[in-house]
């Protein structure tokens, strides 16, 4: 049982915008940024998102996320082929990093 | 370019003791927090540890306090996680990752594997 949840599924067809939540609580996504990586088929995760809305540099703005009380959520628009991968929201709480189950992205 | 490389994986038997290694490169290994994250097969992520940048404080999920220890030699820009009493449900993909610099875990090595089995 992941600290933080997320839905196991999303899917969605090339063009359109699919939405990942996360759900956590006050000890996490309430007082700490939030983090989402991104896992593709057979390779390590990377970091798609921090400080819960921020894009590291490579990432594009095709991705979006978002924060509210002690959920956040992951928005991907124009969704296309290579997007269809793992993803994961992670925060501290406390002194322990947590994740959330994750989430598998099936484009159609 | 920030580079994290994991080894030291294979095969051990129930019970028995495996160290991974983690060396960095292309960063200031000194000045970064270090963390130990695995996989177990189709499974989603479980944090396993994590340790200051000068190794004074190291913090353990709960599941895996007891058995596994975390170390660094910033001489070596190596991190080592010492794995002990190993259960076949240890079987998982292990990465190391940096603490990065906005509370989050910003890099990534590509992980070794770490097989429990009689």
């Known amino acids: 049982q992941s600290v933080l949840t997320q839905p196991p599924s999303a899917s969605g067809t090339p063009g359109q915008r699919v939405t990942i939540s996360c759900s956590g609580s006050s000890s996490n996504i309430g007082s700490n940024p939030v983090a989402w990586y991104q896992q593709l088929p057979g390779a390590a995760p990377k970091l798609l998102m921090f400080?819960?809305?921020q894009r590291p540099s490579g990432v594009p703005d095709r991705f979006s996320g978002s924060k509210s009380g002690t959920s956040v959520s992951l928005a991907i628009s124009g969704l296309q082929s290579e997007d269809e991968a793992d993803y994961y929201c992670?925060?501290?709480?406390?002194?322990?990093?947590?994740f959330g189950g994750g989430t598998k992205l099936t484009v159609l | 370019q920030v580079q994290l490389v994991e080894s030291g994986g294979g095969v051990v038997q129930p019970g028995r003791s495996l160290r991974l290694y983690c060396g960095g490169s292309?960063?200031?290994?000194?000045?970064?927090?270090m963390h130990w994250i695995r996989q177990a097969p189709g499974k989603g992520l479980e944090w396993m540890a994590f340790?200051?940048?000068?190794?004074?404080?190291?913090h353990f999920a709960k599941s895996v306090k007891d058995r596994f220890t975390i170390s660094r030699d910033n001489s070596k820009n190596t991190v080592y996680l010492q794995l002990n009493s190993l259960r076949a449900e240890d079987t998982a993909v292990y990465y190391c990752?940096?603490?990065?610099?906005?509370?989050?875990?910003?890099?990534w090595g590509l992980g070794t594997l770490v097989t429990v089995s009689s």
């Open positions: 292309g960063f200031t290994f000194s000045s970064f927090g």
């Open positions: 400080g819960n809305d």
């Open positions: 992670a925060a501290w709480d406390g002194s322990v990093w947590v």
């Open positions: 990752a940096r603490d990065g610099a906005n509370r989050d875990v910003d890099y």
């Open positions: 340790i200051w940048p000068d190794g004074s404080i190291k």
